[in-house]
């Protein structure tokens, strides 16, 4: 069906070309009003105008012109109505029957119906990324989660999307770790999970004994050399220490219900020489105080892409990678999803790529690559989020504490001994990692937010409960009419005849146009979301809008389902788990 705003502006594309057929390329402007005027208005008159006068043009300023496009627009059971208001606005007020049509077929062949389709097909969405040998720290959060929804939306919008994981796994400090391994365990492929224990231990054990033994120092960077050299010993241990990282890491997944593509820098080592190599037959590459760098017009640093003792960095494996998403991978979009603090970084190496003719120099035109950044997490005394003892907060207990505090809740409910404690765990989890999300999607995600388990598990207000609670409230008024909501589906009509009724039909119909607009941004928009539910309380609450028990029983369920229908791809989009009853 493709969104309102987009069906609308075919149709006006077919006004302008006959309200002025010698102006070539003209995009129609269609944008949802508050709805005094009507549902939708065009705004081309005023920009048409200053192109138009004095060319002969047969109108005598903007109104004319809206006049115009109003009258050439082809008839369609979409529209109720037009008007002209101002310098040329041409509002639109929709037709309430093609708008029950709309909703009731959406209910029958499904929500994908309105998925939006961007004009991409193949993504990479790089996003979490966690060092190996590191624990997924608060950090992570942030990450994870906008990356996932990114993800998950642009996957509701057709397209393939290749989710990276791209894991710190290689490095001068595997060195140290290898040779700590050999050291703890010198039969190291007995070395589980369990017998290592915590890895940040580990890893923090190794670092002090790099910084306080020389022997062990130089062992350290030889085991560098022979790992990065391909000796198997070395090559199997380090193998070691990655798979139990990616044990670890898959269970933060797991409970937060991501799912990634492990690419780590390893990949993408061996590519590195080649691409360094083809920039430097472009001209690309230059000496500058031993290193080898790519100078970027308008920033006084360059882009190092060889360090002066010869070893790659990030950059060069940034380079690599990209090299092989546009090549090898046929990607048309490359996200990535990292602090607002790599700003730069990204910045440097899309231009690197631009001057190499790998991308495009505009950033309206594909392939692109976006950098989608996001600020830290704070506690409460507005600094970074630690524990106590000012360690950062590992996500795990994070996880957890979120978890014990909403089942703690649903005790206090009574629904102790009204449920199962199947059902009291899986309400506790989707509850509890469904407002971990929501609050961290809710806010802008270039600016610093402050972590609050009291705010996020409150079930008032613009919170991921409240909305859970809301779907809940919705799913049991369809359970108590005692009607088979398929059957009504398809026997049923839905009508929007009451103010309220129309109102919340509208903003159903205009889901599709706010997918599609974070999509297009990169930014996703839980404002819908909630809206949604306060439209649909306001529907509700009123008295002349009763549906269990009235003349317009059917009608109102079918509208109580496609509410129910919307929420729950909103949640899903979201990465967050319904609940269905509370």
């Given at each position: 069906?493709?969104?309102?705003?987009?069906?609308?502006?075919?149709?006006?594309?077919?006004?302008?070309?006959?309200?002025?057929?010698?102006?070539?390329?003209?995009?129609?402007?269609?944008?949802?009003?508050?709805?005094?005027?009507?549902?939708?208005?065009?705004?081309?008159?005023?920009?048409?105008?200053?192109?138009?006068?004095?060319?002969?043009?047969?109108?005598?300023?903007?109104?004319?012109?809206?006049?115009?496009?109003?009258?050439?627009?082809?008839?369609?059971?979409?529209?109720?109505?037009?008007?002209?208001?101002?310098?040329?606005?041409?509002?639109?007020?929709?037709?309430?029957?093609?708008?029950?049509?709309?909703?009731?077929?959406?209910?029958?062949?499904?929500?994908?119906?309105?998925?939006?389709?961007?004009?991409?097909?193949?993504?990479?969405?790089?996003?979490?990324?966690?060092?190996?040998?590191?624990?997924?720290?608060?950090?992570?959060?942030?990450?994870?989660?906008?990356?996932?929804?990114?993800?998950?939306?642009?996957?509701?919008?057709?397209?393939?999307?290749?989710?990276?994981?791209?894991?710190?796994?290689?490095?001068?400090?595997?060195?140290?770790?290898?040779?700590?391994?050999?050291?703890?365990?010198?039969?190291?492929?007995?070395?589980?999970?369990?017998?290592?224990?915590?890895?940040?231990?580990?890893?923090?054990?190794?670092?002090?004994?790099?910084?306080?033994?020389?022997?062990?120092?130089?062992?350290?960077?030889?085991?560098?050399?022979?790992?990065?050299?391909?000796?198997?010993?070395?090559?199997?241990?380090?193998?070691?220490?990655?798979?139990?990282?990616?044990?670890?890491?898959?269970?933060?997944?797991?409970?937060?219900?991501?799912?990634?593509?492990?690419?780590?820098?390893?990949?993408?080592?061996?590519?590195?020489?080649?691409?360094?190599?083809?920039?430097?037959?472009?001209?690309?590459?230059?000496?500058?105080?031993?290193?080898?760098?790519?100078?970027?017009?308008?920033?006084?640093?360059p882009l190092i892409v060889v360090k002066s003792d010869g070893g790659f960095n990030y950059a060069s494996t940034d380079l690599a990678a990209l090299w092989y998403r546009l090549n090898e991978e046929?990607?048309?979009?490359?996200?990535?999803?990292?602090?607002?603090?790599?700003?730069?970084?990204?910045?440097?190496?899309?231009?690197?790529?631009?001057?190499?003719?790998?991308?495009?120099?505009?950033?309206?035109?594909?392939?692109?690559?976006?950098?989608?950044?996001?600020?830290?997490?704070?506690?409460?005394?507005?600094?970074?989020?630690?524990?106590?003892?000012?360690?950062?907060?590992?996500?795990?207990?994070?996880?957890?504490?979120?978890?014990?505090?909403?089942?703690?809740?649903?005790?206090?409910?009574?629904?102790?001994?009204?449920?199962?404690?199947?059902?009291?765990?899986?309400?506790?989890?989707?509850?509890?990692?469904?407002?971990?999300?929501?609050?961290?999607?809710?806010?802008?995600?270039?600016?610093?937010?402050?972590?609050?388990?009291?705010?996020?598990?409150?079930?008032?207000?613009?919170?991921?409960?409240?909305?859970?609670?809301?779907?809940?409230?919705?799913?049991?008024?369809?359970?108590?009419?005692?009607?088979?909501?398929?059957?009504?589906?398809?026997?049923?009509?839905?009508?929007?005849?009451?103010?309220?009724?129309?109102?919340?039909?509208?903003?159903?119909?205009?889901?599709?146009?706010?997918?599609?607009?974070a999509c297009t941004n990169l930014l996703p928009n839980v404002d819908y979301l909630y809206n949604l539910s306060e439209i649909f309380s306001k529907f509700y609450?009123?008295?002349?809008?009763?549906?269990?028990?009235?003349?317009?029983?059917?009608?109102?369920?079918?509208?109580?389902?496609?509410?129910?229908?919307?929420?729950?791809?909103?949640?899903?989009?979201?990465?967050?788990?319904?609940?269905?009853?509370?």
């Amino acid at each position: 069906m493709g969104s309102l705003k987009a069906q609308l502006a075919k149709l006006f594309e077919v006004s302008l070309k006959v309200t002025v057929p010698n102006e070539l390329d003209v995009e129609p402007l269609v944008a949802a009003c508050n709805g005094k005027f009507g549902d939708y208005q065009c705004n081309n008159a005023m920009g048409l105008w200053s192109k138009i006068k004095g060319k002969g043009a047969p109108f005598r300023g903007p109104p004319a012109v809206g006049e115009a496009i109003k009258n050439n627009l082809p008839s369609s059971e979409m529209i109720e109505s037009c008007s002209v208001a101002g310098p040329g606005f041409v509002n639109v007020v929709l037709s309430k029957n093609w708008m029950a049509k709309s909703i009731q077929k959406m209910l029958i062949e499904g929500i994908d119906t309105w998925a939006p389709l961007p004009p991409v097909k193949t993504a990479v969405v790089d996003f979490s990324s966690p060092n190996i040998a590191k624990e997924m720290h608060v950090g992570h959060l942030r990450s994870t989660i906008i990356g996932d929804t990114l993800a998950r939306m642009l996957e509701f919008s057709k397209v393939k999307v290749l989710r990276r994981n791209h894991v710190g796994d290689w490095g001068t400090q595997f060195g140290m770790l290898i040779e700590f391994l050999f050291e703890k365990f010198p039969n190291f492929e007995d070395a589980t999970e369990t017998a290592i224990g915590d890895l940040q231990a580990f890893y923090k054990a190794s670092k002090q004994r790099f910084d306080a033994d020389p022997a062990f120092k130089e062992r350290a960077q030889q085991a560098v050399v022979r790992l990065q050299g391909g000796e198997d010993k070395y090559r199997r241990a380090w193998a070691q220490i990655c798979q139990i990282s990616r044990t670890e890491f898959h269970k933060v997944y797991q409970r937060l219900g991501v799912h990634l593509e492990e690419k780590g820098e390893s990949f993408y080592n061996p590519y590195i020489p080649g691409v360094i190599e083809a920039l430097n037959k472009q001209g690309l590459v230059e000496e500058s105080q031993g290193a080898r760098v790519i100078f970027i017009e308008g920033i006084n640093i360059p882009l190092i892409v060889v360090k002066s003792d010869g070893g790659f960095n990030y950059a060069s494996t940034d380079l690599a990678a990209l090299w092989y998403r546009l090549n090898e991978e046929k990607a048309e979009w490359i996200i990535y999803v990292t602090d607002v603090g790599q700003q730069q970084h990204f910045d440097m190496f899309f231009k690197a790529a631009k001057r190499a003719g790998w991308l495009p120099q505009g950033d309206s035109s594909y392939p692109k690559a976006s950098h989608v950044g996001f600020g830290l997490v704070l506690g409460e005394d507005g600094k970074r989020f630690r524990t106590r003892n000012t360690e950062v907060v590992r996500l795990v207990d994070l996880l957890d504490e979120a978890k014990v505090r909403s089942k703690a809740a649903l005790i206090e409910r009574g629904k102790g001994e009204e449920w199962t404690e199947e059902e009291i765990e899986s309400t506790a989890e989707a509850v509890s990692y469904g407002a971990v999300k929501y609050a961290d999607l809710k806010n802008n995600r270039l600016t610093n937010y402050t972590f609050n388990f009291d705010q996020m598990l409150n079930d008032k207000g613009n919170t991921a409960v409240y909305l859970l609670y809301a779907h809940a409230r919705i799913c049991s008024i369809i359970r108590r009419s005692g009607k088979d909501i398929e059957e009504l589906k398809n026997k049923g009509t839905l009508v929007l005849g009451h103010k309220d009724e129309r109102d919340l039909g509208l903003h159903l119909l205009q889901f599709a146009e706010v997918v599609e607009e974070a999509c297009t941004n990169l930014l996703p928009n839980v404002d819908y979301l909630y809206n949604l539910s306060e439209i649909f309380s306001k529907f509700y609450s009123n008295p002349e809008c009763k549906v269990i028990g009235s003349d317009m029983e059917t009608s109102r369920l079918l509208l109580c389902e496609a509410t129910a229908v919307v929420m729950r791809k909103c949640f899903d989009l979201l990465g967050i788990a319904p609940i269905y009853k509370i």
